[in-house]
C-alpha cells in the first residue's frame, strides 16, 4: 500500500518515529475497530482513533445528543443537541480524517445482534455505561475472539482492562459480579477529564495492538483515581471455572 503526499504529511509525526514507521502505519490503516458507545469514552477514542488514521471504524450509540452530555461527550457540539450520536460523531470524525471509512450503527447492542455487528473489527472497544452490557460485550467479544479493550467510570474514577480472548483475563474473570454502587456513579458522574483520559488509553491500546507495537494492558486491570492523579494496575488471573472463558464455558471451540 502507497500513502498519498497527503497521507504521507498528515501521519508524517508517526510515520518518521523510529518505533513506528510506515509499515505499523500500513497496519493501522487495514484495521478495524468498533467502538460501542459514542459518548464520554467513545469520544476521545473516536477521535484519536480516526486521527491516527484507523482505516474502518464502527460506531455505535441507539441515543440522541443531549445538553448535558456535553460536559465530557467531546465529540458533540450544542448544535447537534436531538441528533443520533452515531451522526454527529460520524459528522466531526470526517471532518477530522475523510481517510477514515465510518460505519453508523443507531441500534442498541443485545445478544441477538452482538455477533452480527461485531465480526467485520478486529478490536473493540467498550465506551458502555452499564455493567450489563458491559458483560454482554465481554462474552460476545470472547466468543467471536476479538480483541476487547474494557474501560469503566465511576466518579472520579476509571479502569481499562484489555482482553485477549482465551489468552488473557477477561472482564468475568475479574469481576464474577457487578461492582456494587458503579451505576449509580455512573449515572451521577462523571466530570470530562476522567473519561477523556480513559477513552484516550482505549484508543492507544487499539492503535498498539493494530500496528504492532508496545504491550497490552491484559492480565493487569489499570485503575485511574482522578482526584490524586494516581494510576494503578492490579493483577489479574484468568479463572479456570469462568462462564465466559472457562473450560466449561466455549461451546464454539
Ligand atoms: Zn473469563
Redesign the pocket.
Known amino acids: 500500500m502507497i500513502f498519498t503526499p497527503e497521507e504521507r504529511q498528515r501521519y508524517i509525526r508517526q510515520l518518521e518515529w523510529p518505533g513506528f514507521g510506515s509499515a505499523a502505519q500500513e497496519q493501522l490503516r487495514a484495521g478495524r475497530v468498533m467502538v460501542v458507545g459514542c459518548g464520554g469514552l467513545g469520544s476521545p477514542a473516536l477521535y484519536y482513533l480516526a486521527a491516527a488514521g484507523v482505516g474502518r471504524l464502527g460506531l455505535l450509540d441507539p441515543d440522541r445528543v443531549e445538553v448535558s452530555n456535553l460536559q465530557r461527550q467531546i465529540l458533540h457540539a450544542t448544535s447537534d443537541i436531538g441528533r443520533a450520536k452515531v451522526d454527529s460523531a460520524s459528522e466531526r470524525l470526517r471532518a477530522l480524517n475523510p481517510h477514515v471509512r465510518l460505519a453508523a450503527h443507531p441500534v442498541r447492542l443485545a445478544a441477538d445482534n452482538a455477533a452480527e455487528l461485531l465480526a467485520p473489527y478486529d478490536v473493540v472497544l467498550d465506551c458502555t455505561d452499564t455493567f450489563a452490557s458491559k458483560y454482554l460485550l465481554?462474552d460476545a467479544c470472547?466468543a467471536l475472539k476479538k480483541i476487547f479493550v474494557h474501560a469503566g467510570i465511576s466518579g472520579f474514577c476509571g479502569q481499562l482492562l484489555t482482553?485477549i480472548p482465551g489468552k488473557s483475563?477477561?472482564?468475568?474473570?475479574?469481576f464474577p459480579a457487578p461492582p456494587a454502587a458503579t451505576e449509580a456513579a455512573a449515572a451521577a458522574g462523571p466530570l470530562g477529564p476522567v473519561p477523556g483520559v480513559i477513552g484516550a488509553l482505549q484508543a492507544f491500546e487499539a492503535i498498539k495492538y493494530l500496528a504492532g507495537v508496545g504491550t497490552l494492558l491484559t492480565d493487569r486491570l489499570l485503575t485511574y483515581d482522578g482526584l490524586t492523579g494516581e494510576f494503578r494496575p492490579i493483577h489479574a488471573h484468568?479463572?479456570p471455572a469462568?462462564?465466559?472463558?472457562?473450560a466449561d464455558?466455549q461451546p464454539k471451540e
Open positions: 465481554n470472547v482482553v483475563p477477561c472482564l468475568r474473570c475479574v484468568r479463572n469462568c462462564p465466559a472463558c472457562g464455558a
